[in-house]
């Protein structure tokens, strides 16, 4: 019934932008904090962005300040990452979910794979 689905990722040469999706259905975005993670082969999930919902303040980790950017779309439900400046360091699955993340709330999540 709660089903967060993550869109936009893709095979992309260093340098160059996507812009990820991550849609609701079946709940309207209301927890206090929604995130962008990601998780690359052999490594830990990290958080990479957070947005406040309501007040759209937000948070983002060091190696990716001034290239991402964490948005959302109340109306439409949708929380939004658009990627800049990519790098072969930034290949990895992305998911979104409530910070803290709720187990039941993982999906698939989106491939981003950065070439150089």
């Known amino acids: 019934q709660v089903q967060l689905v993550e869109s936009g990722g893709g095979l992309v040469q260093a340098g160059g932008s996507l812009r990820l999706s991550c849609a609701a259905s079946g709940r309207t975005f209301s927890s206090n904090v929604m995130g962008w993670f990601r998780q690359a082969p052999g490594k830990e999930r990290e958080l990479v962005a957070a947005?406040?919902?309501?007040?759209?303040?937000?948070y983002y980790v060091d190696s990716v300040k001034g290239r991402f950017t964490i948005t959302r779309d109340n109306a439409e439900n949708t929380m939004y990452l658009q990627m800049n400046s990519l790098k072969p360091e930034d290949t990895a699955v992305y998911y979104c979910n409530e910070d803290p993340p709720r187990s039941e709330y993982w999906g698939q999540g989106t491939q981003v794979t950065v070439s150089s």
């Open positions: 947005i406040r919902w309501s007040a759209g303040r937000t």
